[in-house]
T-cell receptor, first 114, second 115 residues
């Protein structure tokens, strides 16, 4: 089964609005990452948050991590039409046979209308 | 060079054909990955090579055969595929450091159609 579950499955907003996506996972992690995928293309790494961090910022992106609830959120502020894409969280397991096994959540499809 | 290059971009093959997908990176990354992605689904891990050795095989059918000739190249050999194997095949690479942070750089993918 997929390690990460995301909600909402789809999000439609207007340019300039903020977009929030959530991700939940089931087992211990070393870190959690967010990736973006434009339609039919490869994934692009956005941001990584380690298990001992609670919040991280990068430009218009803000990521939070709550290891007690095994959840993370990605906030995109002041969205643009170019942010239209699918967004995936990915977990990097903590040790053992899961090391090196990056597992992706189901993804959120974000549509930003001009 | 910060790219992962995948060829071909599109491949159509019959169920009796033998074909290969190729992936190349020149970032000095020592881990390389194959993922399979169906439409509207997340990427699913197939294989991981670490320092040119196969370290993870996610119980992938033997009709998919990976090969890592050197640290820059990764191939996926395809034989006797089924129509349900039609998907986007993504190659990725990462540094293998001690921090455990595998940040993946992905190629643009090879779109495979099996007739």
């Amino acid at each position: 089964s997929q390690q990460g579950e995301e909600d909402p499955q789809a999000l439609s907003i207007q340019e300039g609005e903020n977009a929030t996506m959530n991700c939940s996972y089931k087992t211990s992690i070393n870190n959690l990452q967010w990736y973006r995928q434009n339609s039919g293309r490869g994934l692009v790494h956005l941001i990584l948050i380690r298990s001992n961090e609670r919040e991280k910022h990068s430009g218009r992106l803000r990521v939070t991590l709550d290891t007690s609830k095994k959840s993370s959120s990605l906030l995109i502020t002041a969205s643009r039409a170019a942010d239209t894409a699918s967004y995936f969280c990915a977990t990097d397991g903590a040790g053992g046979t899961s090391y090196g096994k990056l597992t992706f959540g189901q993804g959120t499809i974000l549509t930003v209308h001009p | 060079d910060t790219e992962v290059t995948q060829t071909p971009k599109h491949l159509v093959m019959g169920m009796t054909n033998k074909k290969s997908l190729k992936c190349e990176q020149h970032m000095g990354h020592r881990a390389m990955y194959w993922y399979k992605q169906k439409a509207k689904k997340p990427p699913e891990l197939m294989f991981v090579y670490s320092y040119e050795k196969l370290s993870i095989n996610e119980s992938v059918p033997s009709r998919f055969s990976p090969e890592c000739p050197n640290s820059s190249l990764l191939n996926l050999h395809l034989h006797a595929l089924q129509p349900e194997d039609s998907a986007l095949y993504l190659c990725a690479s990462s540094q293998r450091g001690n921090s455990g942070a595998n940040v993946l750089t992905f190629g643009a993918g090879s779109r495979l159609t099996v007739l």
